[in-house]
């Protein structure tokens, strides 16, 4: 394939993956980013370091609709350390996506602290199962009918 150019995706989102230094798709990249773009459920498995992570959350960032103020991607991680990790590589992407509103919910802090600030919903959320059921099932916090995307 060549370069990101060749997925169709949008200026803003190419030239962010740029300035993060990504400027050619991974193997994995290459095969999953334009099943995901058409909507696809996919089941990936790949060695660590392959590029599995930016995947998923190229597709999620170049169709998220930034004007809506809904959560519209749940990310789950087994463990807190892959969640903080995945939150980090969405948030490589505000300097050229300011809107973008991405939340982590997982152990790293205390329940409360992981609720404050949700009366607007993020765009994505990214957290461990624990705390997802705790925030998004238990309480409620958040609406989950406008969700188009769920990564485990």
Known sequence: MGNFKAFNLNEITIKSL???????????QEKV??????G???LVQ??????????FVTPIIDRLNYSSH?????VV??????????????TGFKNQFPEL???LLSSEANSSDNIDGLGEAPHVVVGTPGRLNDILIKTHQLNLLSIKTLVL
């Open 18 to 28: 740029n300035i993060q230094g990504f400027y050619s798709p991974s193997d994995i």
């Open 33 to 38: 980013i334009p099943k995901a773009l058409k």
């Open 40 to 42: 696809s459920s996919l």
């Open 46 to 55: 790949s060695p660590t370091g392959s590029g599995k992570t930016l995947s």
């Open 70 to 74: 809904t959560l519209q991607a749940v």
């Open 77 to 90: 991680s087994p463990t807190r350390e892959l969640a903080r990790q995945i939150f980090d590589v969405f």
């Open 101 to 103: 509103k991405v939340r």
